[in-house]
Every structure is written in C-alpha cells, then in structure tokens.
C-alpha cells in the first residue's frame, strides 16, 4: 500500500482521529489539562520566559551597559505572559523554514533567541523599545543551550506534577477514604496467597489503598519541592560569564536568578544538568502509580468474586457478543495506562541521568516523551476514579462467603488457648481444620471436650467468621 492509498480522505491530520497516539487522539479529552505544561507550544513559552527573566536580570546588574526601562521590561515580558498560537508558529518557522529575514535555524533555542528579536524590531516600530539594537546582543549572553532548556523543562515538569497529576490523584484518594468511612463495620473473607486467612471489613482494605497513597503524595511533593535548575554555560564553568565580567560573583547571580525562577539551584554541573532531581520526580510519580495498579487489580478481583457490583451505565456495551456482561474496564484501562507510563517512568529516571562526558544530545529527544508518561500516569489516575465511583460492595455476597468459611475464627481460638497455656493449641485447630470442610458447630463440639474455665469456653463460642475483624472498624474509620 503506497502512502496516498494508505491516507484517508477527508481526515485532516489536526483531527484527533488522525493522531499517532492515542494520547492526543482517544485520549486527547482526559489528556488536555497537560497540554499547558506538556505540548511543543508550552516548551516555547517556557524557553521564552528563561530568556526574558536572565535578559531583565543582566540589567539589573550593575557591571553590565545593559538598560532597560519599564516599558521595554513590559514589552518583553508581554512574550511569555501573552504568548500564543501565532507566537508558537513563528518560532517553528524560525527554526525549519525561516522568517523575518532569518535564515532556518534548525536550531530551537536560536529560534527563541531570534523571536525575542523580531518582537523587539516589531515593537520598536510601535514605538514602544527606543533601541533594540542595544538590547540584542544580549539576549541569551553567555548562555549554552542546556542553561534555558534545563530551567524549561522543570519550569514544566513541577507544575505539571503539582497542578494536574497531584489533584487527579487526590480525588481517588477522596473515594478510598469516603468507602472506607461508608464500609467500615462491613466484614469481608480476606486472602493470602489467594486461599481465605482471617477476615477483615471492606473499609479497612480501602484504608490501606487511601494510607499509601498519602505516602506517596508526600514523597512525590517532596520530589517536587526539590527540582533543581542550572544556569553555568557551556561546560558548567561560568567561564564566557566571567571572561566578559570577572568583577560579578556569576555562581550568586545564578542561585538568585534560579531561585527567582522557583526552583533550587544546581551548584555543580557539566554543560548539562545531572537530572537527579527529574529522576527522582519520575521514581515518585512511579511509586503512586504502583499503589494504584495494585488497587486496580485487587478491585478487578473483587469484581471477579462478585464481592464488588458495578452500577451498569445507560446504552454503554460490556461486550460485543454477551449482552449481560457489565465488565471492569475502568480498572483494566487504569492498569494498561499505569504500566504504560510506569516503564516510561524508569526509562526516562534511568536514561536523563547519564551523559557522554560533558554533553551529548541524546536526551533532547527522550525528554520530549516526559509529557506522554505523565499523560498515561493522569488517565490511568482517572480510570481509577471513574472505577472506584461506579462499584458497589455486595454485602450479601460477603458475608455469605464469611459464613461459608468458619475455619477463619482458627487463629482466634488457637490463640486464646495458647493464652491459656495450651501448649498443643496451633497443632489441635490444625487437626480440626486443615484440608477440611468444617462448620462452626465442629468447632463448638471441641470447644466443649476441652478443658477450659467455663468463661472461657463461652468466650470460644462467641467468636463468628463475621464478628472477627479486630480492630478493622476504627482503622477505617480513622482514614482521612
């Protein structure tokens, strides 16, 4: 098949059914609140803020001829705080095809740098920048290419985490803690190994889930917190800087300039920034999304067991072929988009820390895919919520399935009677229980033929499937 016979007329390649990935095309509704810190666009404007932000402090310092008043300050601020699609387009025209009497530069930072001119010839014609031709030879003055794009991408990558991933994952967390509070007191068979141990209620599982996931969210914030950006030249030694100006202390323009920008300040780099701090970002996105995989597969399970309904939505098909089938897709596609963006994750963790001596340009490119592992990360947060919002524990099931499984209360009375000093306590329950089907009444018979006060042996036959959940009530009760 040519290309012509593969392309499918009328089908615009803007159109999300035309998209390569499935991030931007099925996907491109639940993926869209990344776009302001994940797209080509947003790298523009971010890179244009870099260089606005140093260009403004070089004039701030005393050593430099540099001037600029509040209206040119204005102007060029006004390039990142007002930028849009037709600024976007300019600067890839600047860098693959040329404009505004500049030659292509192949070359996406000198794009920027380019941009940054032209806006300052345009506004110069407005009458808004007296001499552009002062300001120019200083834009991106002493910089390497490393210096804007490290600052670029963390300026991105933080907010990105704190103001989309962070809520996403907040609201499952909100309908762990709201089940485990509705379905506290509510007893269910727990499992190890897959075969029934002692039972628990449903609300403490989904305590467990909310508990870990706050750890996570606070590792991940901490991970956040400690983004570190660099500004040190070429090979990380300020040497154009102080070449040109040897008075100023470069390393304290750096950390305030850094700083300023939000971020903490790497002292110590080749030309490229070691990226420890972005690996530990994507090690912390991955340990949430671990948490929820494991909740995604413990709640298919539960589905399987019928210990969870699913409320069935109005005209949706739960398969092709069998009309009655209500299936945990919510939880299957949170599962297949958290192990998607979980191997991204270590890829990206393990490759950005590395480096050929002082540069190599490898991780350009890879960088660009940190936007598609946290996509994959938000929906896979999202499918979690929308599966969690539609399930519904049958409690009849679960208690059922309790009142099936009796030997459970072995633990409890094993345990008691090694209290008593029953020195053959595990052994005598194991002999009753192991490999058995025993019912309540078969404990109630050695419960009677054993020597015993009396408080105790009514203690004994006290004891229910249903009713031995220790402390799992208060446990989740007390998520928050």
Known sequence: MTDDEA???????????AAVSPLDGRYAGRT???SPYASEAALMRARTRVEVEYLIALADLPATALELDTNERAVLRDCYEAFDADDARLIKDLEVRGAAGYDATNHDVKAVEYFLRVTLDRAAEAGDVADPEAITPWIHFGLTSEDVNNLAHRLLVKPAVEAVLV???????DELVDLAHEYAETPMLARTHGQPATPTTFGKEMAVYA?????????????TDAVAGKLA????TYAAHEAAFPEVDWRAFAAEFVADLGLDHEPATTQVNPCDDLAAVF???RGVNNVLLDL??????????????????EGETGSSTMPHKVNPIDFENSEGNLSKANSDLTFLADYVTTSRLQRDLSDSTVKRNVGAALA??????????????????????????????PAVIGEAVQTILRREGDTDAYERVKALTRGRQVTLDDFRDLFDELDVDEEVREELHALTPAGYTGVATEMATDAE
């Open 32 to 34: 869209a609140p990344l």
């Open 283 to 285: 090690d912390a996105v």
């Open 296 to 313: 995604d597969r413990d709640a298919w399970l539960y589905v399987s067991d019928r210990y969870l309904g699913q409320e069935a939505v």
């Open 233 to 236: 030249g070429a090979s990380g």
């Open 7 to 17: 392309t499918i007329p009328g089908l615009d390649r803007a159109d999300p059914l």
């Open 376 to 405: 994959h990360s938000l929906i896979g947060y999202l499918k979690a919520a929308d599966g969690l919002a539609k399930v519904v524990p049958n409690e009849q099931v679960m208690a059922e399935e309790l009142e099936s499984t």
């Open 211 to 223: 508990s870990r996931l706050g750890r996570g969210l606070g590792r991940l914030r901490d991970a």
């Open 167 to 173: 809520p996403a994952v907040r609201d499952v967390r």
